[in-house]
């Protein structure tokens, strides 16, 4: 399998807003948020990368990391598309990200569906 990671651009403010309202509703079903509004402060903020995550040329999921000052990051969104759980993905992709951006991270956890890593959180 090749997962790989790639900015999600601008122009794809629609297609990241569709993967919001799924994720949103999966997480906070009761929380009124506009995903297109979201989804346009996401990808013109300068402290914000957006990530799709691939494997292959599929889409799987998605990656929000906001850039901190002092080479600190915070995993501000991740989902993995329900096709895609339970099978290593989440871990091979959130990998990618650590490697991609070395140094601090935090990370809050959502009171939605748990998230479980098979040996641990990446490092």
Known sequence: ???????????????????????????????????????????????????????????IGFAIVLNLPDDRRELSEFAIDPAYRRQGHGHAAASLIFAEFPGYWRMGISAGPPMRWRSGAPA
């Open 1 to 59: 399998m090749s997962f790989r990671l790639t900015l999600i651009l601008p122009r794809e403010r629609a297609r990241l807003a569709a993967a919001l309202t799924r994720y949103y509703s999966e997480i906070a079903p009761d929380l009124r948020i506009d995903p297109s509004e979201r989804a346009g402060q996401m990808l013109h903020r300068k402290d914000v990368t957006a990530f799709w995550i691939r494997q292959e040329e599929d889409r």
